[in-house]
């Protein structure tokens, strides 16, 4: 194998990024899937940030954030975050987004803000563990028409309950969603180091769709914390081509994605 | 011509006070944000902050590690790609800092509501989320038990939900240029400093560049804070170090990782103030601190073509001295 799981995670979400959509484009690896598929497949991709940086193409590497030099160097507007969250994303406008997880469940409902040791409360209770919070996250996850939810495969982080929704997904499935008025369609698919995981029509419940070239289906299932269905349709991800490996490179030239497994 | 121009020790004493809801920023994690404000803040030792913050910078992460905030109302606490801010981590975990999360939009929406004078503002981001019903403060500080309630729409009869204005004490925002009455330009993202300089009751500006006012008479139309908001103008150079101001200098990698690490223990956090925060006074023993070399190395941004229409109105260290001097109101 001469690539990383990583980079075929990133290769496997933006394949998902088409040409002439409207993507936002946020922190870390999520960046560079979508200026993967901008230079792989998608030349016409429009694209933002969430600080309302806009048509840009990162120089250096792997942007250190979303208003960072790296993308603020060539990009062709600059706006602010109430432009590029608010028309843009949460008024219904944006194709595709890409956003991040520490923790999700089965329906897709996303925690990025914190881990608690006791149940979910109303009233202050300190986290065991503080994280990221939500960002504009929650605006990708009512907004964008669709949006991929994108993490490296650990069981810790696929779990039958999320310590707190920062980011809500399909809620408690079916069409719990439906009554809330969001413009967008909600999660779409879930990309991972192992896998591809998309959410079944009715029940929204997220099931494996394709596996890594270089993992198993009984490797994803005992990787995952709740009990991960099997789509019957279920095949293996393509595996990367040259091209890509090549595209995806030219767009990491820091190598962030070949660091570490 | 009114002159704002104040020194920063000034500027600290004379608009910060103990207890006070204080607001910055500018970009997020890595762009530019008054970090230089947050330094004088430790400094003066500020304590008790009520802190609305956006999204984490190094200053908020400095300001908790110096324990002077008890309550944080914020959309994002991580440094981006740089990691998760170890000051900020430490106090929250501890319980010595008390978190009301939002959404980058919703915080956003906030400020503006607080800009308009509106009672509250709807919104259409935030709910059927945990951040609709757990509230960091204690519910019963808030009229309504739900952070972010459902109202019926008047005009639909269909659910909606709002959010509360948020109106700072004071803010301290930095910005590419302004000129000594205090209209300012922003480079890159502006993020939220339209809406952040319209809610606040007072507004400090740190600006990394004075000019003279012909600039913004040659570009009226980027100047997005104009000088009838502005109480004071502070001028700091590589006023956002380590953190990146676009068309100056880009984000220190080295030192970035370096002032985080710090903050992660009590030790590190006075080691650092020693070396980085009471170390000098003046922007030249400043400059010093961060060094030459570095500095030289950091202005060689891919961004410094967006500052060559404005160089010639740019003041010299000299005009700026004597202005602040005999400035300030």
């Known amino acids: 194998m001469d690539y990383t799981k990583q980079e075929m995670m990133a290769i496997a979400a933006g394949r998902e990024i088409y040409d002439k959509e409207l993507a936002i484009l946020g922190v870390g690896l999520s960046m560079l899937a979508g200026y993967f598929a901008k230079k792989d497949h998608a030349p016409n991709l429009k694209d933002l940030t969430e600080s309302g940086i806009y048509g840009s193409t990162p120089v250096g590497g792997l942007p250190w954030g979303v208003e960072d030099n790296r993308i603020a160097a060539n990009a062709t507007s600059f706006t602010n975050m109430i432009d590029a969250l608010g028309p843009m994303v949460a008024s219904g406008r944006c194709d595709v ?28 209770v300190p986290p065991k563990t503080r994280l990221a919070g939500s960002g504009g996250a929650p605006e990708i996850a009512s907004g964008c028409k669709r949006y991929i939810i994108m993490a490296a495969h650990e069981k810790k982080r696929f779990v039958d309950k999320v310590d707190y929704i920062s980011s809500p ?4 499935g079916g069409t719990a969603r439906d009554g809330y008025g969001f413009p967008g369609g909600g999660p779409c698919m879930i990309v991972t180091t192992l896998c591809i ?26 990787n995952t914390g709740w009990a991960l269905k099997v789509s019957a349709n279920v095949k293996m ?22 660091k570490k497994e | 011509m009114a002159n704002k121009l104040i020194t920063i020790q000034d500027a600290v004493a004379e608009y910060t006070w103990d207890g006070m809801m204080y607001s910055h920023g500018a970009g997020i994690s890595v762009g530019c944000d008054s970090v230089s404000f947050g330094r004088e803040m430790v400094r003066q030792g500020r304590k008790h902050l009520h802190m609305l913050t956006h999204c984490c910078t190094q200053q908020l992460n400095l300001l908790c590690a110096a324990g002077a905030v008890d309550k944080l109302e914020i959309a994002f606490t991580g440094l981006e790609v740089y990691g998760f801010p170890n000051g900020l981590r430490r ?73 509360a204005p948020l109106k700072p004490d ?28 319209r809610a606040s009751k007072k507004v400090v500006l740190q600006a990394e560049y004075i000019v003279d006012t012909d600039c913004m008479r040659q570009f009226p139309n980027l100047v997005r804070i104009p000088d009838f908001l502005v109480d004071a103008v502070v001028y700091a150079p590589f006023g956002a170090w380590p953190q990146c ?21 009590d030790e590190g956090f006075m080691k650092y103030k020693a070396e980085y925060i009471d170390s000098y006074k003046t922007n030249s023993e400043f400059l010093a601190v961060i060094g030459s070399e570095r500095a030289g190395a950091l202005k060689k941004t891919a961004t410094a073509h967006l500052m060559d229409p404005y160089r010639k109105w740019i003041m010299s260290d000299e005009q700026i001295d004597e202005l602040t001097k005999k400035g300030g109101r």
């Open chain 1, 97 to 124: 987004g890409i956003i991040g997880a520490a923790q999700m469940d089965k329906f897709g409902n996303v925690n990025t803000t914190g881990m608690w040791a006791e149940p979910a409360n109303p009233r202050y």
């Open chain 1, 169 to 172: 997904g399909f809620l408690t």
């Open chain 1, 197 to 222: 995981m998309r959410p079944d029509p009715d029940t929204r419940e997220f099931m494996l769709s394709e596996y890594h070239p270089y993992t198993t289906i009984d490797e994803v299932v005992s």
């Open chain 1, 237 to 258: 991800t393509s595996e990367p081509s040259a091209k890509e490996l090549e595209n995806l490179r030219e767009v990491d030239t820091t190598g962030m994605l070949r």
């Open chain 2, 91 to 163: 106090a929250v975990e501890s319980g010595k800092v008390q978190i009301e999360d939002y959404s980058n939009l919703t915080f956003g929406l906030r400020l503006l509501a607080g800009a308009m004078n509106w009672p509250f503002c709807p919104t259409i981001s935030g709910f059927a989320s945990d951040q609709e019903w757990r509230s960091g403060f204690k519910p019963d500080e808030y009229p309504c038990t739900t952070k972010i309630p459902e109202v019926t729409n008047p005009f639909t009869g269909k659910q909606a939900h709002v959010l």
């Open chain 2, 170 to 197: 004071m803010s301290a925002i930095h910005v590419t240029m302004a000129d000594p009455e205090g209209n300012a330009i922003m480079l890159g993202s502006e993020w939220c400093r339209f809406e952040l300089a």
């Open chain 2, 245 to 265: 101001s676009t068309g100056l200098y880009d984000s220190d990698e080295e030192h970035y990782y370096y002032m985080n690490n710090c903050m992660k223990t």
